[in-house]
């Protein structure tokens, strides 16, 4: 994807005159199939920045495994929202579109066209759908919801969660999940199942021009699996035993995240190399497979794109 004519073509740059105060472009797609590489392109004939839309390569730790752009890449264009957020933070899709707006601000002022790149489609789907507007926990309400976490326990908490939202609870067990579902309950007196039922409030404003990467399913998890020992073999695992040793919490995201929970498990000598790597490669197979079913019900592109 080098040529810039085939970026004119794919792109519709002959009849789109992209805006860079009214327009974002949206480059969507499943992992492994080259959203990053054509959107570089992209942006070189459009005056354009990428903005990252990937839930782990906002991690700063998370370099190699997240399959973050390169020095070199990023020298190329200008890139916002990689590598910036600490790995023990729970990190959620709303800190994510409080940075976005301030980026695009920024974007706006030089002049240039900002252009989506991610494969996670919460992100997405809040950038052009909006986000449920649930009110903010209170800190002494947190600490309440820990408090009560602590006092009883994940399976007793559960039970009380359940209590409260059954039909949360079919989807949502994990510790951060739980802990806030309780504080909203606290908080306002309402499951969160009743603020799902409420409209979305928007917080991007822009014309979006929704474009979707697509490529042979086969070909995908052949190039994810290169890719993950592409990834080992530049030290990937480093990155790990960083997390490792640091005893990160294994209930916030990125110790979930793709290679790095077995790796985890591995280094917890609780499984070997060879099984932390054939179910890392599993679960990425799984994951794209996910991808494509929520993109075909969730995800209207104004042009679909097979590479």
Not at 24 to 45: C, D, F, N, R, Y
Not at 162 to 188: C, S, V
Not at 195 to 220: A, D
Request: aromatic content about 10%; overall charge positive; glycine content about 4%.
């Amino acid at each position: 994807m080098s040529s810039l004519l085939n970026v004119e073509t794919l792109f519709d740059l002959s009849k789109n005159n992209y805006s860079y105060v009214n327009d974002m472009i949206i480059i969507a797609g499943p992992t492994g199939v080259g959203k990053s590489k054509i959107a570089i392109e992209l942006a070189k004939k459009v005056n354009g920045a990428l903005i990252n839309a990937d839930s782990v390569q906002l991690y700063k730790d998370l370099s190699l495994l997240s399959a973050r752009p390169s020095k070199v890449d990023i020298k190329k264009v200008p890139h916002f929202l990689y590598g910036y957020v600490d790995s023990n933070i729970n990190y959620s899709v709303v800190d994510w579109l409080l940075e976005l707006k301030k980026t695009l601000s920024q974007i706006e002022l030089k002049n240039k066209i900002p252009i989506l790149v991610g494969g996670s489609g919460l992100y997405i789907n809040a950038v052009i759908n909006g986000l449920v507007n649930i009110p903010l926990i209170s800190e002494t309400i947190k600490n309440q919801s820990l408090m009560k976490f602590n006092e009883v326990g994940i399976e007793k908490f559960r039970q009380i969660n359940f209590q409260i939202d059954p039909r949360f609870m079919q989807n949502n067990n994990d510790k951060h999940r739980l802990l806030r579902a309780y504080g909203i309950f606290l908080q306002t007196k309402k499951n969160i199942s009743f603020w799902y039922e409420q409209p979305r409030v928007k917080t991007v404003n822009k014309n979006n021009y929704s474009f979707f990467i697509s490529s042979e399913r086969k070909s995908i998890y052949k190039k994810c699996e290169i890719r993950f020992e592409d990834m080992l073999a530049k030290g990937a695992i480093d990155e790990v035993k960083k997390l490792h040793n640091s005893n990160i919490d294994r209930s916030l995201p990125i110790s979930k995240s793709l290679g790095v929970k077995w790796l985890l498990s591995y280094l917890d000598n609780n499984i070997s190399y060879e099984e932390a790597v054939k179910l890392s490669k599993r679960d990425t197979r799984r994951y794209v497979k996910r991808q494509f079913t929520w993109f075909s019900h969730n995800y209207i592109p104004y042009k679909i794109i097979n590479l």
